[in-house]
């Protein structure tokens, strides 16, 4: 019983988490094709002016060896989760101070939301 009922508020207590990251992959790799696709790829071993964001969910921080990442984004040393990806993508320069990155951020959650459930089907 006392299994039961652990099971059952863990799977509670952790369902708006999930919940919160069930994005729509479909509408994200258009929000990614508009906002994101001029300087990152999602193709293994294709980098433009960011790194490829190829299986990127579950990798550390500055890890592609061909990408000349920043000072700032090495120094970070971070494992790119559905919620440091979407953190990141919200405001790129107040979460990476001193990164390369130009893009000011995705202001729309939804949109973020969905960009990142794309990337997670990237594998």
Same mark, same amino acid.
């Given at each position: 019983?006392?299994?039961?009922?652990? !099971? !059952?508020?863990? =799977?509670?207590?952790?369902? %708006?988490?999930?919940?919160?990251?069930?994005? $729509? +992959?479909?509408?994200?790799?258009?929000?990614?094709?508009?906002?994101?696709?001029?300087?990152? *790829?999602?193709? =293994?071993? @294709?980098?433009? @002016?960011? %790194? *490829?964001?190829?299986?990127? #969910?579950?990798?550390?921080? +500055? !890890?592609?060896? $061909?990408?000349?990442?920043? $000072?700032?984004?090495?120094?970070?040393?971070?494992?790119?989760?559905?919620? =440091?990806?979407?953190?990141?993508?919200?405001? %790129? @320069?107040?979460?990476? %101070?001193?990164? @390369?990155?130009?893009? $000011?951020?995705?202001?729309?959650?939804?949109?973020?939301?969905?960009? #990142?459930?794309?990337?997670? !089907?990237?594998?």
């Amino acid at each position: 019983m006392k299994y039961i009922l652990a !099971t !059952t508020l863990l =799977t509670i207590a952790l369902a %708006p988490c999930s919940a919160a990251f069930a994005g $729509d +992959a479909g509408h994200g790799q258009k929000v990614f094709q508009e906002e994101c696709s001029d300087c990152h *790829s999602v193709m =293994t071993g @294709k980098n433009k @002016k960011g %790194p *490829s964001l190829f299986n990127v #969910v579950g990798r550390k921080s +500055a !890890t592609i060896a $061909d990408f000349n990442y920043s $000072d700032a984004m090495k120094a970070k040393n971070i494992e790119w989760s559905i919620e =440091t990806i979407a953190e990141y993508i919200k405001a %790129p @320069k107040k979460s990476v %101070p001193g990164g @390369k990155m130009k893009y $000011d951020g995705l202001d729309d959650a939804k949109a973020r939301e969905d960009v #990142v459930a794309f990337l997670a !089907t990237l594998k």
